[in-house]
């Protein structure tokens, strides 16, 4: 059954560029936890001339910051949060790369042409069931047929919700509130096609894979040795389902099949 209706959390409260410092100026295990997610989903995409990207959930910019322009041409980041979006065009935007505010996650609001990607980077666990229906109501319109959807989402069959505790006790920022839909890798697809019927339909999974399994908190000791160590395992090679996110690259099947 779909969860009852939480109270709305506000993400308002979340400091302006907060995860971006992160990535930017954190310590070693956050810093990596953050470039890492991103490097990984970048992975799942053309290495040049890619066309269109579009992420969804965009918050202060920083995944699209470490886009070059040669992969992607145009480039678009959406967040419901009007000052994350003043914050990300202020650091990230350029005559490519631009910033905006959507309505809401199941309106995306005027975002042009089709893209021939897009990212949903720890955006789909936030959500309740009618808003990743709504969600995926809007990729209809927004992904090419044949383009690449890449999510990432924290994976609850790994020492992840024992992070997530750690975190909601410890940390600057609590998850226990905005977490509100919960996958893990041995049933995501089964999971996300309950709440939304027509996704074996509409996509192929091109690639299921974990990350963050150990290396992140070897940076503790070494941020480049751990980076190192991350960065020279390629996502095919990966079998293990108990990594701490779950990647998963989703291809839209053709219109008339």
């Not at 095919?236 to 990647?247: A, D, E, M, Q």
């Given at each position: 059954m779909p969860p009852s209706k939480p109270p709305d959390f506000d993400y308002g409260r979340i400091p302006i560029g907060h995860y971006d410092r992160m990535l930017r100026q954190g310590n070693g295990v956050r810093r990596l936890w953050h470039s890492l997610k991103f490097e990984r989903a970048l992975d799942c995409l053309?290495?040049?001339?890619?066309?269109a990207l579009l992420d969804v959930g965009c918050f202060a910019g920083s995944f699209l910051s470490m886009v070059p322009r040669h992969r992607f041409e145009r480039q678009l980041g959406i967040d419901i949060l009007p000052e994350q979006i003043e914050y990300a065009n202020h650091h990230y935007g350029t005559p490519f790369r631009h910033f905006q505010t959507a309505p809401s996650i199941t309106d995306f609001g005027d975002i042009g042409a089709p893209f021939d990607a897009v990212t949903l980077i720890e955006v789909i666990e936030h959500l309740r069931h009618d808003e990743i229906v709504g969600l995926?109501?809007?990729?209809?319109?927004?992904?090419?047929?044949g383009g690449r959807l890449v999510v990432t989402t924290p994976n609850y069959a790994s020492t992840w919700p024992i992070l997530e505790a750690m975190l909601n006790r410890f940390g600057d920022v609590s998850y226990d509130e905005q977490h509100i839909t919960r996958f893990d890798w041995f049933s995501f697809e089964r999971r996300l096609a309950a709440i939304w019927p027509p996704l074996l339909h509409e996509y192929e999974v091109e690639l299921k894979t974990t990350t963050h399994l150990l290396s992140p908190f070897l940076a503790s000791l070494s941020y480049e040795i751990a980076r190192g160590m991350a960065r020279a395992i390629p996502h095919?090679?990966?079998?293990?389902?108990?990594?701490?996110?779950?990647?998963v690259v989703l291809r839209r099947r053709p219109k008339d099949r």
């Open positions: 053309p290495e040049a001339d890619g066309g995926f109501e809007q990729l209809d319109r927004a992904l090419v047929p095919k090679s990966w079998g293990s389902p108990i990594g701490n996110l779950v990647l």
